[in-house]
């Protein structure tokens, strides 16, 4: 599992700011990590997306992509 955390102003915000452009990149950076480390991941990778807003509790989004979305 790889999680991707997001603090901005608004959950929405926050949401959103993770574009494309930033998946795509953090699956590249996860794809180089599991073949450096074979073993930790064996299932397969799951992107999650931790967002922060002011006074609020993190929201946890599970699944939040796959790779190729």
Do not use: C
């Not at 299932?43 to 599970?62: K, N, Q, T």
Request: charge should be positive; glycine fraction near 6%; aromatic fraction near 8%.
């Amino acid at each position: 599992m790889f999680v991707e955390v997001k603090a901005r102003g608004r959950y929405e915000t926050a949401v959103e700011s993770v574009t494309p452009r930033q998946r795509n990149r953090i699956v590249r950076a996860a794809e180089v990590y599991l073949s450096a480390h074979p073993g930790v991941a064996p299932s397969g990778m799951r992107f999650d997306v931790m967002v922060i807003a002011p006074w609020r509790l993190p929201r946890h989004i599970v699944n939040a992509w796959r790779p190729g979305e």
